[in-house]
């Protein structure tokens, strides 16, 4: 089966760093997605990662490491409007589909 | 910016009752695919679509569920007989094939199913 393990809320001041974690059990793997989600919105794409590393986009950032089977979701300067939720999804085999984790709900404090 | 849109955006029914849900992906993308979401949890995969069939079902996707692609534009999830554990947050998705941006799927901003 597929798993993934990620923290149900995190809480951070405008301006700060906050790391969201993401921790993964699948029969294969073929890569890491993050999505944000706002209440009452549909999930947007933020970020991928198929390769150990890090890749950077703006303020945030994205990490994988294949052979701990983690991931974490790095967001820098955080703002107001950066409160949301964020999920990891992987995609654990040839096919396309992606199957999320529970979910980390964001909460950007003034 | 293209995007995937999605009607109704609230559809209340009643149990036993058929209802379909409709997608128009982006235009250019070549997979598509339904998820769910209950209120509170997290996005669960329902099917993907591919070539004018299924490429892929979920378990939640049983024989009361069924997808069609009419014409060259639009995707639809049929439910034939509504329970009550089927409302939701229903959304569309669509991606492309080739390279890194077909792992970047396009979220439409959802139907809420509500089974009364």
């Known amino acids: 089966g597929q798993s993934l393990e990620q923290p149900s809320e995190v809480t951070a001041v405008e301006g700060a760093i906050v790391q969201i974690n993401c921790t993964y059990q699948?029969?294969?793997?073929?890569?890491l997605s993050w999505y944000q989600q706002h209440d009452g919105g549909a999930p947007t794409f933020l970020s991928y990662n198929a390769l150990d590393g890090l890749e950077e986009t703006g303020r945030f950032s994205s990490f994988l490491s294949r052979s701990d089977s983690y991931g974490y979701l790095l967001l820098q300067e955080l703002q107001m409007k950066d409160s949301a939720s964020y999920f990891c999804a992987v995609r654990g085999d040839s096919s396309y589909k992606l199957i999320f984790g529970s979910g980390t709900r964001l909460l950007v404090r003034p | 910016e293209p995007e995937v849109t999605q009607t109704p955006s609230h559809q209340v029914t009643q149990m036993g009752q058929e209802v379909i849900l409709r997608c128009v992906p982006i235009?250019?993308?070549?997979?598509f695919y339904w998820y769910r979401q209950i209120l509170g949890q997290k996005v669960e995969f329902l099917v993907s679509f591919y070539n004018n069939e299924i490429s892929e079902k979920s378990e939640i996707f049983d024989d009361q569920f069924s997808v069609e692609r009419p014409d060259g534009s639009n995707f639809t999830l049929k439910i034939r007989s509504t329970k009550l554990e089927d409302s939701a947050m229903y959304f569309c998705a669509s991606s492309h094939r080739t390279g890194g941006s077909s792992y970047e799927q396009y979220f439409g901003p959802g139907t809420r199913l509500t089974v009364t």
């Open positions: 235009s250019n993308h070549l997979y």
């Open positions: 699948t029969s294969g793997f073929y890569g």
